[in-house]
């Protein structure tokens, strides 16, 4: 089972092209965290906007710079059935320990119970590592049923579901028709600690990139039956991953970072950062939030 929290780390670009130093640097902070590892080629990372020789590079990155006891799941789904079955067994042989593989999408009408069962045990049968199913409605406009993640929860190799939506009980029935040893994975910070509640073990946040440290304790509070204060922080995050992600979203995330410590940058284009008044914004917020920053007084 996958336990703890990851970041979907945001991809570095200077001049619009990929900075593997930075993104080595910012590895070098977090991997002085208790991070469990990493997502590479998440939304965050801006995959769609990646070729698939700087996925591969990406990964391969990654896992040299990271621990053997960080786990790395790399983002491998496309419509195509095909290509996500190539890319994730080239992901395998780069180092990868798990696929992450987004809901097919672009013929949403056909996108039902039998399609999703088809696309999944294809690739499952076929991925030489175990693969996560990526439930997230706001980006592709569908929405992967309990009743079927049950059923694809039948196969060996399929072990586990992020969950990007923000509605518990969706979260709460999936966990409650699928086996204990079925990794249920909360997908953004802001319902990390109702997720837990329902019966999540572990977290793929964005708020992780810029705050990997409050997201670990609400996780380690939670366990510690600190419930209380668990839900506290859990608060006092919700204004930050609101602006990280529904608010400015991966523009905003990589902003924050850059207050944070990190190097964020600009995401490519035809993405744009943000204006001073909006990064204004954002350092209010994390100040607001009690996270540390390199903001002058």
Same mark, same amino acid.
């Given at each position: 089972?996958?336990?703890?929290?990851?970041?979907?780390?945001?991809?570095?670009?200077?001049?619009?092209?990929?900075?593997?130093?930075?993104?080595?640097?910012?590895?070098?902070?977090?991997?002085?965290?208790?991070?469990?590892?990493?997502?590479?080629?998440?939304?965050?990372?801006?995959?769609?906007?990646?070729?698939?020789?700087?996925?591969?590079?990406?990964?391969?990155?990654?896992?040299?710079?990271?621990?053997?006891?960080?786990?790395?799941?790399?983002?491998?789904?496309?419509?195509?059935?095909?290509?996500?079955?190539?890319?994730?067994?080239?992901?395998?042989?780069?180092?990868?320990?798990?696929?992450?593989?987004?809901?097919?999408?672009?013929?949403?009408?056909?996108?039902?119970?039998?399609?999703?069962?088809?696309?999944?045990?294809?690739?499952?049968?076929?991925?030489?590592?175990?693969?996560?199913?990526?439930?997230? /409605?706001?980006?592709? *406009?569908?929405?992967?049923?309990?009743?079927? %993640? $049950?059923? =694809? &929860? #039948?196969? /060996?190799?399929?072990? *586990?579901?992020?969950?990007?939506?923000?509605? %518990? $009980?969706? =979260? &709460? #029935?999936?966990?409650?028709?699928?086996?204990?040893?079925?990794?249920?994975?909360?997908?953004?910070?802001?319902?990390?600690?109702?997720?837990?509640?329902?019966?999540?073990?572990?977290?793929?946040?964005?708020?992780?990139?810029?705050?990997?440290?409050?997201?670990?304790?609400?996780?380690?509070?939670?366990?510690?039956?600190?419930?209380?204060?668990?839900?506290?922080?859990?608060?006092?995050?919700?204004?930050?991953?609101?602006?990280?992600?529904?608010?400015?979203?991966?523009?905003?995330?990589?902003?924050?970072?850059?207050?944070?410590?990190?190097?964020?940058?600009?995401?490519?284009?035809?993405?744009?950062?943000?204006?001073?008044?909006?990064?204004?914004?954002?350092?209010?917020?994390?100040?607001?939030?009690?996270?540390?920053?390199?903001?002058?007084?």
């Amino acid at each position: 089972m996958i336990k703890g929290i990851f970041p979907p780390v945001t991809t570095p670009f200077i001049n619009d092209e990929i900075s593997y130093t930075k993104l080595v640097e910012n590895l070098e902070k977090w991997n002085e965290t208790e991070l469990a590892g990493y997502v590479v080629l998440g939304s965050n990372g801006e995959s769609v906007y990646l070729t698939r020789e700087e996925k591969i590079q990406l990964i391969e990155t990654v896992r040299k710079n990271t621990p053997k006891s960080k786990k790395l799941i790399a983002g491998t789904g496309l419509d195509s059935i095909k290509e996500t079955i190539s890319l994730t067994n080239e992901a395998a042989d780069s180092g990868a320990d798990f696929a992450l593989i987004l809901t097919p999408s672009f013929f949403k009408s056909g996108m039902k119970h039998d399609a999703f069962l088809r696309y999944f045990v294809e690739i499952a049968e076929k991925s030489s590592i175990p693969i996560i199913i990526y439930n997230v /409605p706001k980006f592709t *406009g569908v929405n992967i049923e309990a009743d079927t %993640v $049950a059923k =694809l &929860a #039948e196969h /060996p190799n399929i072990i *586990g579901m992020k969950n990007s939506s923000e509605n %518990v $009980a969706h =979260l &709460a #029935e999936v966990i409650h028709k699928t086996p204990k040893k079925f990794s249920n994975i909360v997908g953004t910070a802001s319902v990390l600690f109702p997720g837990l509640c329902v019966g999540a073990k572990a977290g793929i946040l964005a708020l992780a990139n810029c705050a990997p440290n409050e997201c670990v304790k609400i996780l380690k509070l939670y366990n510690d039956n600190k419930i209380t204060e668990a839900a506290h922080l859990q608060k006092k995050l919700i204004d930050l991953n609101k602006a990280v992600t529904a608010k400015y979203g991966v523009a905003g995330l990589k902003a924050v970072m850059d207050l944070a410590g990190y190097f964020g940058g600009l995401p490519r284009s035809p993405l744009s950062g943000l204006k001073d008044e909006q990064i204004e914004d954002l350092k209010n917020i994390l100040v607001n939030a009690d996270i540390e920053t390199t903001i002058e007084s």
